[in-house]
């Protein structure tokens, strides 16, 4: 937390409801698939150890390859259905010479028994995905789940928890290791709730039956010093685009896809997204992105075994903007804060009028900050909130909403309107470094010392 100068979401993959036809998407016209590959960043050896058991000495390391995208499944939960078709979907397509596609999927008990072809074991398996001959991408759902899987197990691990970042991290490092590659994806598949740290029973992300969820913050205890900087983190998990979620793994990955809102089954096609990856390995970090927002579109809008919900949101980040934008809100923060009471009711009427989520309290910071702009007539207060939305739009360089989203503009920000809806806490590296929060409970009227902190 700097000083300044100057609910539970248990819900991640529901049916699809009703859409409209009215959406946007939009990608801005930097960058391309013809970007060069380079090297991904080396950094420091990494802090936390790997178990000796993660990496058997007589696995042989194979060649470097194009990329290596992982997919680390938490679901022993009620998303367990989803993750099982999630590899039967990734078998569709299968690695490639130029592409390694590798998954961790955790299961629960009770959720889905052998009707799937899958058998009903339970624990976390490591497979390395294989083409399955009986699966094509196009096919309906249903046709590619009720295939049983054939990507050959590379590690039965039992009983593990998922929400531990030393397990998210254990996979990370064996992907790296065994499966070398020029760039790095991991996309996380859970449940989720954005920032929360600790007031809910699902805290931020995979969601664990047997051992809880995994914060928001914890999760760079998972990444950082990998021998490698990850291209893309992308979450298949509700309501993860948050500035508070970008500004936490900025420092470990170039490029993140998450949305603002619910994600409704089964978000982006993860098959679709991985046939165009082996069908052109050159993809950069941000080629992919944008394809992910593009795919989830897509689904959202077309496809016809599920009625597409209106509020859906996705969007690509550029990490490396994340923090100049940090900076831009600290400072219309300060301004907000130096002019209380008297910019008061303009900061109420503009948050009134600003996209909102599942949880009210999150809402879309460029919205905000633009209706702001364009309510106040102190020219201060605007030039500081039209520096958020032009950061912002650096930052999001795709994004994808529907009809009843149309003011998400690509990342949320915690905003409640009254107290108490749980607060930061100073673990999270937005709070420590800027003032945000400061601002919240000004503007509640609430001492930050006396606020709840979970």
Known sequence: MKKLSGIVASLLFVPALGFANENKITFDQTGGITEIISQAEQVAPDLIPVPASSIRPEEKVSKVKKWTVMFYMACDNDTEEWGVYEIDALEAVGSSPQVNIVAQLDRAKGFVGSESNDGDWTGAKRF????????????????????????????????????????????????????????????????????????????????????????????KDALKNLPFKLDLIDFKACLMGMIETAYEIKDYAKYMTATEEMSWTPCWSAEKVMKELVENPNMSGSDISRRIVYHYGDYMDNDPQHNPHPNATYSAIDLVQVEELAKTLDALAGTMMSGMPAVKPKIKEARAKTQRYHFPWHVDLQHFAGLLAGTTQDETLKNAALKVVEQNKKAVFAEYHGSKSAGSRGLAIYFPSDYPRGGYTNSLGFVKNYGWDEFVNKFLERDASSRLIP
């Open 128 to 219: 390395y995905i294989t083409k399955d001959p009986q699966s094509e991408v196009g096919q309906t759902q249903e046709e590619i789940y009720y295939t049983p899987h054939v990507s050959q197990v590379m590690e039965d691990l039992g009983e593990v928890n998922m929400a531990n970042p030393g397990v998210l991290r254990d996979f990370v490092m064996w992907g790296m290791k065994n499966y070398p590659a020029e760039r790095y994806a991991l996309i996380m598949m859970s449940h989720g709730t954005g920032y929360r740290d600790g007031e809910f029973a699902v805290k931020a992300t995979n969601y664990d039956d047997t051992g809880g969820s995994m914060a928001t913050s914890a999760i």
